[in-house]
């Protein structure tokens, strides 16, 4: 059972910067891929980034050049930075695990969900 806990979250003003933290345990899988996605209240939950076990990685569109994901592999953790955040970045932002390669950011694909870490950005 892979289990996923999210941190880092918090409040900050528009322009600033947060790194989210997902720390993974409990998988034994060579290939594997995982996500940030994020809900925002009213809305359905969307993919933000994903980095896949070979280092590949996608972005949605609107967290292009200001959100990074990356992995430590050696602490089984996962970071999202995000710089120049923005009021529409205010979300729940959860943390996803996946078996098998490609980096993802279709929720149908992912198999394990962490409870969730809140960010939200004030103008």
């Known amino acids: 059972q892979v289990q996923l806990v999210e941190s880092g979250g918090g409040s900050v003003q528009a322009g600033g910067s947060l790194r989210l933290s997902c720390a993974a345990s409990?998988?034994?899988?060579?290939?594997?891929?995982m996500g940030w996605f994020r809900q925002a209240p009213g809305k359905e939950r969307e993919g933000v980034a994903a980095?896949?076990?070979?280092?590949?990685?996608s972005y949605a569109d609107s967290v292009k050049g200001r959100f990074t994901i990356s992995q430590d592999n050696a602490k089984n953790t996962l970071y999202l930075q995000m710089n120049s955040l923005k009021p529409e970045d205010t979300a729940m932002y959860y943390c996803?695990?996946?078996?098998?390669?490609?980096?993802?950011?279709?929720?149908?694909?992912?198999?394990?969900w962490g409870q969730g870490t809140q960010v939200t950005v004030s103008s």
């Open positions: 996803a695990f996946a078996r098998g390669s490609w980096p993802s950011l279709t929720l149908r694909r992912y198999d394990y």
């Open positions: 409990g998988y034994t899988y060579s290939s594997y891929c």
């Open positions: 980095i896949d076990s070979d280092g590949s990685t």
